[in-house]
């Protein structure tokens, strides 16, 4: 299919679409529009974002639809504001040729009372974030009556968000004389569980996941020092005076110590985070839209729905934890057949990371360096000298002034005179950057063999997430599906108000949305298999350790010698054992030939009986309380499941 026209659209359709410059549908239009326009049913299109989702449904949509009428016959649902903006912008100009279209947007972070009078007006198509929408929906001021289309945009990324009550509602609330049209770009457990309880047979449309990643971006890895990061960002755009950008971070706060310290050395930058004003926000995206601004620093949830024209390059300031936001991030930039580079800025120790986005998606980051200060010292007197040759001498320079002047330089050589202007340039260049070579060729130990896919053990909180140490792990037999029901069981937290859990071998952590937080101290006191609950708020790295707790769940200790009977240690015993049974944690370093009970710090030869309690000799016992034995179990007082002091699994 080469163009449009083969959809067999309506003329006035084609014409909206001709002057935004849509000459060949992508290959999700391909296959949904022809399809969505003969079937009168539900429908899933599952592809990434950047692949043209929005035309795939807003054509058929714009030709279904009765224009003539004033009820709201269409609501879409976005993640977003700023995506719920897209669209409405897209949709209005599809419809430019068709007559007057009433489409109007509904987000949180506005004037609801506006959003009303809008809607009151005669809203043909509202697009909707979900808690706005059922804020609205309560207030009784949206009309779903005559509601013939039901769209969910990025379904998967409004469950990641925490949406799934209330898309609930919305659904529930619009079960009559409707169709469903749910677009993904994955078909999530969650998403699966909407379309089993609200969908009836629908059609599907699927990708090939191969082709998930645009083929005209280069992606690209610079390797720093995490502290190089900002500057090696004010070097790319010193080389390149062209640049037009995202910037992806991690967390809010990095997102604005980013544009700042940019800003503050003379780079026309802006930050696009969720702890800014909806005014901020739609200022930042304007003057990035007409391109104010060199690069535009966003979360990875602000940046849902910014589609502008000729980004040329997406930086990763950090990598994303989930390949799939790696596709969501580049697919900003090579739109419409344009070409693009992705970059991401790592450490040595997100090589891993790195390699398994290459698997999962499919791609090869080439290697990339930052501009050394002479490369960037080079082109810049180059294009400064370029600029004085095309620079026209300003007719208001009176001939008394040239005069003046050409008098004052007559002693200095032609030489000297462009000695000096080239270092007043040189030096402004100096003045700003460091000489300090940022690329860091380094590898760091995991990558010198051959790589294995494995997921990075350190994983980041979400955005808007408080992270709490409870003292429950597999030891515990607790996996993640029984923490996660103990929690809520007992905090009233819902399930979508939790986000990541690791669990590890005598406790796990556990990230909480910021607002219903303060629930989790309802686990304080609390007991589960008569362990008493403890859970706190954990504010450094979360890491998963390697030990999964042996073959049965439990570590006895640290024994790293021979051991040559049947006994059990919990202990820390290094050397050779051939029979007795230990029963402490003693780091024993010579060569125990005897059945000695010893719970303390044997360091040399002993023939001592089992008999024999003194203290003296050789023995350095750590304390003269008496000896348990079996550590971990029960023991003589009824002490049920102490560990070994000195060298048995940890505390909890």
């Known amino acids: 299919m080469k163009n449009f026209e ?10 909206g679409l001709a002057e935004m410059g849509f000459e060949t549908p992508t290959e999700i239009q391909q296959q949904a529009i022809p399809l969505l326009l003969k079937h009168d049913g539900d429908f899933i299109g599952l592809a990434q974002t950047g692949t043209g989702k929005t035309a795939a449904f807003g054509i058929p949509l714009l030709e279904l639809m009765d224009t003539s009428s004033r009820d709201t016959q269409a609501l879409i649902l976005a993640p977003t504001r700023e995506l719920a903006q897209q669209i409405c912008r897209q949709i209005e100009a599809m419809s430019l040729k068709m007559g007057r279209l009433n489409v109007v947007p509904v987000f949180g972070g506005a004037n609801i009372m506006g959003q009303i009078k809008d809607i009151r007006r005669g809203a043909q ?47 529930s609330k619009t079960d009559v004389g409707r169709n469903i049209w749910l677009f993904s770009a994955t078909m999530a457990r969650e998403i699966k569980k909407i379309v089993d309880t609200y969908m009836v047979n629908p059609e599907e449309v699927r990708i090939n996941r191969e082709n998930i990643v645009n083929t005209n971006i280069s992606h690209q890895f610079v390797q720093l020092k995490a502290r190089d990061k900002t500057e090696a960002l004010r070097r790319m755009l010193d080389f390149n005076q062209d640049m037009f950008g995202v910037v992806f971070c ?43 601004l060199k690069l535009l620093i966003a979360t990875d949830v602000a940046a849902r729905g910014i589609d502008v024209e000729d980004i040329t390059h997406v930086i990763h300031f950090a990598l994303p934890e989930d390949p799939e936001f790696y596709t969501h991030r580049s697919g900003r ?23 398994y986005m290459e698997n999962k998606l499919s791609i090869k980051f080439e290697r990339s360096e930052i501009p050394a200060l002479e490369a960037i010292t080079a082109r810049r007197i180059s294009k400064w000298t370029e600029g004085i040759k095309d620079l026209k001498v300003n007719d208001k320079i009176s001939d008394e002034l040239f005069d003046e002047v050409k008098t004052s330089l007559e002693e200095i050589t032609k030489e000297e005179l462009i000695g000096k202007f080239l270092s007043q340039e040189f030096n402004k260049i100096y003045k700003r950057n460091s000489i300090t070579d940022l690329n860091d060729n380094s590898k760091p130990r995991e990558d010198r063999g051959e790589y294995r896919e494995r997921k990075p053990r350190s994983r980041g909180k979400e955005d808007g997430m408080k992270t709490y140490f409870i003292n429950l792990g597999r030891k515990d037999d607790v996996n993640k599906g029984a923490l996660l029901g103990f929690v809520c069981d007992v905090t009233g937290i819902s399930g979508n108000d939790i986000g990541r859990i690791v669990l590890d071998g005598a406790h796990s952590f556990i990230d909480v949305k910021e607002e219903v937080a303060a629930q989790m101290e309802k686990l304080n006191g609390q007991e589960r298999n008569k362990r008493e609950i403890r859970a706190n708020v954990h504010e450094g790295e979360v890491r998963e350790s390697r030990d999964r707790g042996g073959r049965n769940g439990r570590s006895g200790g640290g024994y790293k010698g021979r051991r040559d009977s049947d006994s059990r240690s919990s202990g820390g015993f290094k050397g050779r054992r051939r029979d007795g049974d230990s029963g402490g944690g003693g780091s024993h370093r010579g060569r125990r030939d005897d059945s000695s009970n010893s719970g303390g710090g044997f360091k040399g030869r002993s023939s001592r009986s089992n008999d024999d309690n003194s203290s003296g000799s050789s023995f350095r016992n750590r304390d003269s309380k008496p000896r348990r034995e079996n550590s971990g179990s029960n023991d003589s007082t009824g002490n049920k499941g102490k560990r070994s002091k000195f060298f048995g699994s940890k505390w909890d």
Do not use: C, W
Request: net charge positive; aromatic share 4%.
């Open 6 to 15: 083969d959809l067999g659209l309506s003329q006035p359709l084609l014409d």
């Open 333 to 355: 930039t090579a739109r419409a057949g344009k070409k693009g580079e992705s970059i991401a800025f790592i450490t040595k120790g997100d090589i891993r990371k790195m390699r």
């Open 125 to 171: 198509v509202i697009v909707a974030t979900p808690g706005r929408l059922m804020d609205l929906m309560k207030r009784r001021e949206v009309k779903l009556d005559a509601l013939k289309f039901l769209i969910l945009d990025e379904a998967d990324e409004m469950l990641n968000m925490g949406f799934r009550e209330d898309i609930d509602f919305i659904l």
């Open 250 to 292: 991690r967390t809010k706060r990095d997102t604005q110590q980013v544009a700042d310290e940019l800003n503050n050395n003379g780079y026309a930058t802006e930050a696009l985070h969720g702890d800014m004003s909806q005014a901020q926000r739609d200022a930042a995206m304007k003057r990035f839209r007409n391109k104010n």
